[in-house]
C-alpha cells in the first residue's frame, strides 16, 4: 500500500470540519490554477482563430505561391508571362502543389453618372477556385468565368458597391486608359462580397481572364501569372525551393522570365504582425503559470502550517521527513486536478459559446473579423494541461521541505 496516498486522500476527503485543512486555502488554490488554465486555453484559441482567419483571408487572395514575372515583382507595372497549358503542367508536377489557377491584373476606373472608383480588375479562369469568395459571399453568386470568351460579368466588393450606389445585377461602366487610349467596357454586376480586409475590398474586383488578358493587348497564352496552393502551408517554403530550381529565371517564348515567391514575402507586413501575437500568446501562459504556482505555494505553506500537530505526531511515531512532504505532494496533487478539470470546463464552454453565438463583437474596420474567432486544438491544450500540472507540482517541492524543520515536541506543546 502507499501509505503516503492513502493518508493524502484520507485528508482530503475528509468530511470531518475538525481533521480539514483549511478550505479557503483549498479553494484558492484550485481557483487560481482553474482560471490560470482556462485562460491560456482561450488564448491559445483565440490567437490560432485570429491568426489563421486573417491568414486564410490574405490567402484568399493570393494564394501560397505566386509564380509571375520577373520584372512585375521588381516594380509596380504588371508584366505578361506565358502560360499555357505546358508550363501549367510543370508547375502542377512540382511536389507539394495542390492547385493553379491563372490570373490576370488590369487597373480601371468604375463609374456611374455621379461618381467614379479606381480599381484593379482580376480576371481568373475557369480552373479559379472561388470557395473563398463564395465564403465571403454577401449578395448574387459568382460567375462562370472563361478564358475563351467575355462575359461581361462582374464580381465587386461591399465597399465598392456603397461608394457608387450599386446594386445586385445593376450594369456599370468600366473604363480603361493606356498606351491605346481609352477603352469602354460595361458590366453586369452579378455578385458582392466582403471579406473586412480593407486593402483588398477597396481595390480587387473579379472579372473572367479572357476580358483582362485582351484588355492588356496580350497574347492568349500570356497572363499575370500563376497563383498556387500548396498541400500544407507550414511547407511552403520547401515548395517554394522546387519552384527556384525548376521554374525561376527560365524564359518563355517571348523572353519574359520566370519568377515565383510566396504569400509570405508578397506580404511581409501582415505576417510578420501575426508572428508577433505568439508573443503574446507566450507572456500570458508565463503570467498565468506564475499566479497559479504563486496560489499552490502559497495554499500549501497555510496547509502544513494548519497540520503542525499532525506532523509531529507522524513524526513521534516514527515517519520520515520525506513520507510526511509525500503525503503533501499527494495532497496537492489532488488539487492541482481538480483545479486543471475546473479549468478545461470553463476554457472549453466559453469557448463553445463564442464559436456557437459570438458573443463577443469585433469592429471589422480594425480587425478584419466582425466577431472574436476561436480554433480548437485539442494537441495544444493536452500538452498546456501537462505542462500546468508538471509546473504546479515542481515549484511545490521546494516549499515541502519547510516539513522537515517542524520539531515533534515542539508541535506536540503547540497543540
Given at each position: 500500500?502507499?501509505?503516503?496516498?492513502?493518508?493524502?486522500?484520507?485528508?482530503?476527503?475528509?468530511?470531518?470540519?475538525?481533521?480539514?485543512?483549511?478550505?479557503?486555502?483549498?479553494?484558492?488554490?484550485?481557483?487560481?490554477?482553474?482560471?490560470?488554465?482556462?485562460?491560456?486555453?482561450?488564448?491559445?484559441?483565440?490567437?490560432?482563430?485570429?491568426?489563421?482567419?486573417?491568414?486564410?483571408?490574405?490567402?484568399?487572395?493570393?494564394?501560397?505561391?505566386?509564380?509571375?514575372?520577373?520584372?512585375?515583382?521588381?516594380?509596380?507595372?504588371?508584366?505578361?508571362?506565358?502560360?499555357?497549358?505546358?508550363?501549367?503542367?510543370?508547375?502542377?508536377?512540382?511536389?507539394?502543389?495542390?492547385?493553379?489557377?491563372?490570373?490576370?491584373?488590369?487597373?480601371?476606373?468604375?463609374?456611374?453618372?455621379?461618381?467614379?472608383?479606381?480599381?484593379?480588375?482580376?480576371?481568373?479562369?475557369?480552373?479559379?477556385?472561388?470557395?473563398?469568395?463564395?465564403?465571403?459571399?454577401?449578395?448574387?453568386?459568382?460567375?462562370?468565368?472563361?478564358?475563351?470568351?467575355?462575359?461581361?460579368?462582374?464580381?465587386?466588393?461591399?465597399?465598392?458597391?456603397?461608394?457608387?450606389?450599386?446594386?445586385?445585377?445593376?450594369?456599370?461602366?468600366?473604363?480603361?486608359?493606356?498606351?491605346?487610349?481609352?477603352?469602354?467596357?460595361?458590366?453586369?454586376?452579378?455578385?458582392?462580397?466582403?471579406?473586412?480586409?480593407?486593402?483588398?475590398?477597396?481595390?480587387?474586383?473579379?472579372?473572367?481572364?479572357?476580358?483582362?488578358?485582351?484588355?492588356?493587348?496580350?497574347?492568349?497564352?500570356?497572363?499575370?501569372?500563376?497563383?498556387?496552393?500548396?498541400?500544407?502551408?507550414?511547407?511552403?517554403?520547401?515548395?517554394?525551393?522546387?519552384?527556384?530550381?525548376?521554374?525561376?529565371?527560365?524564359?518563355?517564348?517571348?523572353?519574359?522570365?520566370?519568377?515565383?515567391?510566396?504569400?509570405?514575402?508578397?506580404?511581409?507586413?501582415?505576417?510578420?504582425?501575426?508572428?508577433?501575437?505568439?508573443?503574446?500568446?507566450?507572456i500570458i501562459i508565463a503570467l498565468m503559470i506564475v499566479v497559479a504556482s504563486v496560489t499552490m505555494i502559497s495554499g500549501l505553506l497555510i496547509i502544513i502550517l494548519e497540520c503542525t500537530s499532525m506532523i509531529g505526531v507522524m513524526k513521534a511515531l516514527g515517519s520520515t521527513n520525506t513520507t510526511i512532504r509525500?503525503?503533501?505532494?499527494?495532497?496537492?496533487?489532488?488539487?492541482?486536478?481538480?483545479?486543471?478539470?475546473?479549468?478545461?470546463?470553463?476554457?472549453?464552454?466559453?469557448?463553445?459559446?463564442?464559436?456557437?453565438?459570438?458573443?463577443?463583437?469585433?469592429?471589422?474596420?480594425?480587425?478584419?473579423?466582425?466577431?472574436?474567432?476561436?480554433?480548437?486544438?485539442?494537441?495544444?491544450?493536452?500538452?498546456?494541461?501537462?505542462?500546468?500540472?508538471?509546473?504546479?507540482?515542481?515549484?511545490?517541492?521546494?516549499?515541502?521541505?519547510?516539513?522537515?524543520?517542524?520539531?515533534?515536541?515542539?508541535?506536540?506543546?503547540?497543540?
Open positions: 500500500m502507499n501509505l503516503p496516498l492513502f493518508i493524502a486522500r484520507r485528508i482530503y476527503g475528509s468530511e470531518d470540519t475538525r481533521q480539514k485543512v483549511s478550505r479557503p486555502a483549498i479553494a484558492i488554490s484550485i481557483a487560481g490554477i482553474a482560471i490560470g488554465l482556462a485562460v491560456m486555453m482561450i488564448s491559445i484559441s483565440v490567437v490560432l482563430g485570429f491568426k489563421h482567419s486573417i491568414q486564410n483571408k490574405v490567402i484568399g487572395f493570393g494564394a501560397h505561391i505566386q509564380v509571375t514575372n520577373f520584372m512585375t515583382q521588381m516594380s509596380s507595372n504588371d508584366y505578361p508571362i506565358q502560360m499555357d497549358d505546358s508550363v501549367m503542367g510543370v508547375i502542377k508536377k512540382i511536389p507539394g502543389v495542390k492547385h493553379v489557377e491563372r490570373f490576370a491584373y488590369k487597373q480601371g476606373i468604375l463609374k456611374t453618372d455621379s461618381d467614379f472608383l479606381g480599381v484593379m480588375f482580376k480576371g481568373v479562369g475557369p480552373e479559379f477556385d472561388n470557395s473563398f469568395i463564395k465564403q465571403n459571399l454577401l449578395e448574387g453568386s459568382v460567375p462562370d468565368f472563361s478564358d475563351k470568351a467575355s462575359s461581361s460579368k462582374v464580381l465587386i466588393s461591399k465597399i465598392m458597391a456603397d461608394k457608387l450606389n450599386l446594386k445586385l445585377g445593376q450594369r456599370i461602366f468600366a473604363y480603361f486608359i493606356d498606351k491605346s487610349g481609352i477603352r469602354l467596357r460595361k458590366f453586369t454586376i452579378q455578385g458582392i462580397y466582403q471579406t473586412n480586409l480593407n486593402q483588398y475590398d477597396e481595390t480587387i474586383c473579379f472579372i473572367d481572364l479572357y476580358t483582362a488578358t485582351k484588355l492588356n493587348g496580350w497574347e492568349d497564352d500570356q497572363t499575370s501569372g500563376a497563383e498556387v496552393m500548396v498541400q500544407d502551408f507550414n511547407r511552403v517554403d520547401d515548395v517554394e525551393q522546387y519552384f527556384i530550381q525548376r521554374i525561376n529565371k527560365t524564359e518563355d517564348r517571348y523572353g519574359e522570365t520566370y519568377s515565383s515567391q510566396t504569400i509570405r514575402e508578397s506580404n511581409p507586413q501582415i505576417f510578420n504582425w501575426l508572428d508577433l501575437l505568439d508573443l503574446n500568446v507566450w509525500h503525503i503533501f505532494l499527494w495532497f496537492a496533487t489532488f488539487v492541482i486536478g481538480r483545479g486543471i478539470i475546473i479549468g478545461n470546463i470553463i476554457g472549453i464552454a466559453l469557448l463553445l459559446l463564442q464559436r456557437q453565438f459570438h458573443m463577443v463583437k469585433l469592429d471589422p474596420t480594425i480587425y478584419y473579423i466582425k466577431a472574436v474567432p476561436v480554433e480548437f486544438n485539442i494537441l495544444l491544450f493536452v500538452l498546456i494541461n501537462v505542462f500546468t500540472f508538471i509546473v504546479c507540482l515542481l515549484v511545490l517541492i521546494g516549499p515541502s521541505y519547510l516539513i522537515s524543520h517542524i520539531s515533534p515536541t515542539k508541535s506536540i506543546r503547540y497543540e
